[in-house]
């Protein structure tokens, strides 16, 4: 039984900062695990995306210096630390972990976590 549970949403004020937590837990080792999000009208984008081997990373364009991804593989958690946040980053965050490949950040083949509210004001 796979189980992601993310923490960490809440409301900031803009250029404000949070820290999203994910816990990874299942029956085989995850291969990597991603951040996406969904905001009201729009469709589910990927934020950013880490490998569990190896650590590479991938930011979206509209994130790449202000979002840090990482990792804690011994206990199997995902971190998303969001700088300089802005109006536009206001959504419900999701993470996702992906069990057979590498590849998280097109949001195939993966599992879901239940989301997290990020407000920003």
């Known amino acids: 039984h796979v189980q992601l549970v993310e923490s960490g949403g809440g409301s900031v004020q803009a250029e404000g900062s949070l820290r999203l937590s994910c816990a990874a837990s299942?029956?085989?080792?995850?291969?990597?695990m991603a951040w996406f999000r969904q905001a009201p009208g729009k469709e589910r984008e990927g934020v950013a995306a880490?490998?569990?081997?190896?650590?590479?990373?991938y930011y979206a364009g509209s994130v790449d210096g202000r979002f840090t991804i990482s990792q804690d593989n011994a206990k199997n958690t995902v971190y998303l630390q969001m700088n300089s946040l802005k109006l536009e980053d206001s959504a419900m965050y999701y993470c996702a972990a992906n069990f057979f490949s590498d590849d998280c950040q097109s949001g195939l083949d993966v599992y879901w976590g239940q989301g997290t509210q990020v407000t920003v004001s």
């Open positions: 880490i490998v569990t081997g190896g650590g590479n990373t």
């Open positions: 299942g029956y085989f080792s995850k291969r990597c």
